[in-house]
């Protein structure tokens, strides 16, 4: 079973997978005009990190996005030990809403405010809490949608 900090990354990785914006898609203002690719992303992916806090972890999620809104990102959960808990995301975000799901039945909700994403996630165990997620466009990202290397930790 995850620990409260695992969660609440889950939880944060998914705000930013599902904020991306695309071209086109009414998802929000765009941080930079059409959305940006980053190098590794898919065509017609747009890509973005996602970047915050919780409890005493910090996280960074990316996302990739597609013109029809499907998402998938990855978050990367850092604990203050330095251990690091990685989730796979999949969701959609469509007309400034978010919505995504982990495995788990973690669930990511919330609407996009400029280069902010602010999000309600709700865990398996029914536990809820609210997040502002700050995000970053155009970001590289690995074959399965994965923050690069040089993405930073904020």
Not at 47 to 72: I, N, P, Q, Y
Not at 76 to 96: E, P
Not at 120 to 128: F, K, V, W, Y
Request: proline content about 7%; some cysteine.
């Amino acid at each position: 079973m995850p620990s409260k900090a695992s969660a609440w990354f889950l939880a944060l990785f998914l705000l930013f997978l599902l904020p991306l914006s695309l071209p086109g898609q009414g998802i929000c203002a765009p941080v930079a005009p059409h959305g940006l690719a980053g190098p590794g992303a898919r065509p017609g992916e747009a890509t973005e990190l996602w970047t915050g806090s919780v409890l005493t972890a910090k996280f960074r999620a990316s996302v990739c996005v597609k013109r029809d809104g499907s998402l998938r990102g990855v978050a990367l959960l850092k604990h203050r030990t330095g251990a690091v808990d990685v989730y796979h995301i999949y969701g959609t975000a469509r007309n400034g809403h978010v919505d995504a799901r982990h495995g788990s039945g973690h669930r990511f909700t919330g609407e996009l405010e400029g280069i902010y994403a602010n999000m309600q996630i709700r865990l398996a165990s029914g536990m809820r809490f609210k997040v502002k997620c700050q995000r970053t466009p155009g970001i590289p990202v690995t074959d399965d949608c994965a923050p690069a290397d040089g993405a930073p930790w904020r």
